[in-house]
């Protein structure tokens, strides 16, 4: 096992036939929290979720579609009475299987029936120390709750991961909530941003201002590194980006040839909410994402016909607006993640919420700033509108805003009424330069980032990994140990 690729890996074939590799499902909407930041309002139950049998017919349709890898969330997934009875049929059909938690009700036995039925994984929320946990999450003593689960599933040899979400007040907590994770004996810890939808709404002193990435970003990339050294690997979430000087270190896990391709949903990605309907991403709004209902249409139609469902594969960089349209990876990023944007502006493709923006209108004298103008309905997946102020870093003084530029915000892209691409694209391989370690177009020459002649930098780049290896010989016959056996011991370390 330990020789296979993680499920979720993507081979081109995978891109370019629309394997839904990756679904989300929510199998209920009961919680047993109350999260202030919850985009989908969860708290009851849906008024019609699927029974037992359809949520089995939809398990064998994601099968026949090829799907690798399921995660059962909420509400609280243990909250659903046959939730091992769904956890089992997805054992059973060979794909891997792990539940997203807050973990205050996750019992021993819980726990154990489903380890019982075949659970692969369990990623627990930790969205700070214990008072922030507490606070954002609505419930007193929610962290400790979350700690004891989190110790339970590893002690039972569950795959066990951390999930953070990043709001105004997280960033001094993340240093030390990195000590707990990494003693509690989590591998791999998720961050991303917390988004303007749902809950988060009506508390919109959570969300944290795009102006703070340029905070965030360079932490992240410490605690990243240092993670590494101790055990943890840093997953960062499809809303935390893009590009910029860390880019290349944690989108391919160290395969620097592994960056930002664009938004996966519907193309790669699948979610279902507990009553049934389909939609790209389990984050996005109902309204103007969903694909249709599998009580009404077959998986698999929904998955290859519907339109709603089409959005990323028919995107393009006539769909971006804003500083996304004119910015230097318009092709390949294609506004960063569907969900953030549209949520924050009421349209996808124009996202401040990116380090390589934040970058460059700091170069400006420039930094952006959200403010609220609109509530959110009480349904799930609901979002209101905000505004996005462009301001001088040094007066505060307003320059522009999405409020005052008279475009029309409307939920649609150039190609909207169009089939899918027969084919799923390829995005394009993006090529490094050493100086500053950004991202570049391949055929670039001067990086227009650093101004660097890209040969030379690759050249001494090269010259230094050739002296490097020059040293690792030189040791290896000093203390008599054959190289491969030096090279096998190193990786295994």
């Keep these: 096992m330990s020789d296979q690729l993680p499920a979720r890996y993507l081979s081109d074939t995978d891109l370019k036939r629309y394997v839904p590799v990756h679904v989300v499902w929510e199998i209920t909407l009961a919680c047993d929290l109350k999260c202030l930041h919850c985009g989908s309002r969860a708290g009851h139950r849906r008024p019609d979720e699927l029974n037992t049998r359809e949520c089995l017919d939809v398990i064998d349709s994601l099968a026949a579609l090829g799907t690798r890898e399921v995660t059962l969330i909420g509400g609280e997934a243990y909250l659903r009475k046959d939730w ?11 794909m891997y299987c792990a539940i997203q938690t807050g973990g205050r009700n996750l019992t021993p036995a819980k726990m154990q029936a489903a380890i019982d039925a075949g659970l692969d994984g369990v990623g627990i929320s930790l969205d700070g120390l214990a008072p922030l946990h507490d606070a954002v999450r609505n419930v007193a003593g929610s962290f400790d709750k979350a700690v004891d689960t989190l110790r339970r599933a590893k002690a039972a040899g569950l795959a066990v991961s951390v999930n953070t979400q990043i709001g105004a007040a997280t960033l001094p907590d993340l240093p030390e909530l990195m000590n707990t994770i990494i003693e509690l004996g989590a591998t791999h810890w998720q961050i991303q941003l917390t988004v303007a939808m749902g809950n988060a709404v009506d508390h919109p002193e959570l969300l944290m201002q795009p102006f703070q990435l ?26 935390i980006g893009y590009y910029g000087p860390y880019e290349h270190l944690w989108r391919g896990f160290g395969d620097e040839r592994v960056h930002w391709t664009g938004c996966a949903a519907g193309q790669t990605v699948l979610a279902l909410e507990a009553d049934g309907t389909v939609k790209g991403c389990p984050s996005l709004a109902t309204v103007g994402f969903s694909g249709g209902n599998v009580r009404n249409m077959s998986l698999h139609d929904i998955w290859h016909y519907s339109e709603g469902m089409h959005f990323g594969r028919l995107r393009s960089v006539d769909d971006l607006w804003g500083y996304c349209r004119g910015c230097y990876y318009n092709d390949v990023c294609r506004g960063g993640c569907t969900w953030t944007s549209h949520s924050l502006l009421g349209k996808p493709g124009n996202n401040p919420y990116c380090h390589y923006r934040a970058l460059e209108l700091q170069k400006r004298g420039l930094r952006e700033r959200i403010v ?15 505004d996005l102020i462009t301001e001088r870093i040094d007066s505060g003084a307003k320059v522009s805003s999405v409020s005052d530029s008279g475009q029309v915000i409307k939920l649609a892209w150039v190609n909207q009424g169009q089939q899918s691409p027969e084919e799923g694209r390829i995005a394009t391989q993006l090529s490094l330069c050493r100086h500053c370690m950004q991202y570049i177009q391949p055929d670039e020459t001067i990086c227009p980032h650093c101004d660097a002649d890209v040969a030379a930098a690759e050249a001494v780049h090269l010259a230094d ?10 040791l290896t016959g000093l203390l008599g140990i054959a190289p491969s056996t030096l090279t096998r011991d190193t990786q295994q370390r």
Excluded: C, W
């Design 214 to 239: 340029l905070e965030v970003m360079p932490l992240l990339a410490r605690l990243y590194r240092e993670g590494l050294d101790r055990g943890l690997l840093m997953n960062v979430g499809n809303n």
């Design 465 to 474: 990994r050739a002296r490097q290896q020059e040293i690792m010989n030189t």
């Design 84 to 94: 091992t009875q769904l956890i089992g049929a997805i054992h059973d059909h060979g």
């Design 372 to 386: 609220k103008v609109e509530d959110a309905a009480q349904q799930s997946f609901a979002v209101g509108r905000f």
